[in-house]
């Protein structure tokens, strides 16, 4: 018999929880539009479910890069999510500054290509 020992706080920070459920839920997602295109059916449902799929797949691959471009500039948790023309990015910080606040938004916007209205900068503090 397996016994499962937690140490305090093993459950993972905020960051680690909300990759994992983003990942879990984007996973359903594909293969949700995977059986809706291995069932097969009309022409438009097929082509909507390809398009849905790549626009997936082409979010993740944007957040990852803005993460990844973000820690670059000294952060070291950062959660990018897109959803619908709008952007969230938080940050592990107490607080930000005007210069950090702009090059988050510097990098979001040109990664995304979404417009600075449409873009969410906080902290997880």
Known sequence: TAVS??????????????????????????AYLDAIVAQGGDESTLSDAQKQKM??????????????????????????SMHNGSVNVIVDAD???DEQVAQILDIVLRETGETAE????????
């Open 55 to 80: 626009t997936l797949v082409s979010c993740m691959e944007s957040e990852l890069n803005t993460e990844n471009l973000i820690r670059a500039k000294g952060f070291e948790e950062v959660i990018v």
């Open 95 to 97: 607080a930000l500054t």
């Open 5 to 30: 020992v937690s140490a305090p706080g093993a459950q993972g920070s905020f960051f680690d929880i909300y990759r994992s459920e983003r990942d879990s839920v984007r996973t359903q997602e594909l």
């Open 118 to 125: 449409n873009i969410k900068v906080s902290t997880a503090q």
